[in-house]
T-cell receptor, first 109, second 115 residues
């Protein structure tokens, strides 16, 4: 079956440092979505990537979709305390989808 | 505010009992999804309904069932509750039927505590 893995599981950074989380699928994805869940909150959609090799930016966040459409990454430049939370990827497989286990980011001021 | 509402916000009950969680999707959204999130865990997809019909099934226990009504609101029924069912239950909605493609809007969740 389809599996989506994310690494690392946890990441602690000092404010101002960069952060990257990686999402890997066991099979080719049709698309990938990223969500952020703040502590005590609900997941919020960040972005969707569809094309092979696609790169999208949202202010300090950079999202990439691998050429083989089996992996993706989320990179945050110069983290801020507002970036704290768990970042989930969700891999789309046509009509099905699988959420990754998430990467929990802590930012120390 | 995502536009998705869930009631109740908190629910405390005893083992062996049955509860019903309710979700109202965003206006215009036809799909409703249910997720379970245990403490410090990821999102476990349970089930999806699209326009009243079951669309996709995840790791939903036989003790759990759901339905989507003609007005598109959905209910998740949990029966014979066990301690391990204590979790945050999220409902999400989207416009279309393709879960992997459509952006999902999550509700605030219902926190279920089974004592």
């Amino acid at each position: 079956g389809q599996q989506v893995m994310q690494i690392p599981q946890y990441q602690h950074v000092q404010e101002g440092e960069d952060f990257t989380t990686y999402c890997n699928s066991s099979t080719t994805l049709s698309n990938i979505q990223w969500y952020k869940q703040r502590p005590g909150g609900h997941p919020v959609f960040l972005i969707q990537l569809v094309k092979s090799g696609e790169v999208k930016k949202q202010k300090r966040l950079t999202f990439q979709f691998g050429e083989a459409k089996k992996n993706s990454s989320l990179h945050i430049t110069a983290t801020q305390t507002t970036d704290v939370g768990t970042y989930f990827c969700a891999g789309g497989y046509g009509q099905n989808f699988v959420f990754g286990p998430g990467t929990r980011l802590s930012v120390l001021p | 505010d995502s536009g998705v509402t869930q009631t109740p916000k908190h629910l405390i009950t005893a083992t062996g009992q049955r509860v019903t969680l309710r979700c109202s999707p965003r206006s215009g959204d036809l799909s409703v999804y249910w997720y379970q999130q245990s403490l410090d865990q990821g999102l476990q997809f349970l089930i999806q309904y699209y326009n009243g019909e079951e669309r996709a099934k995840g790791n939903i226990l036989e003790r759990f069932s759901a339905q989507q009504f003609p007005d598109l609101h959905s209910e998740l029924n949990l029966s014979s509750l066990e301690l391990g069912d204590s979790a945050l239950y999220f409902c999400a909605s989207s416009v279309g039927s393709l879960a992997g493609v459509d952006e999902q809007f999550f509700g605030p969740g219902t926190r279920l505590t089974v004592l």
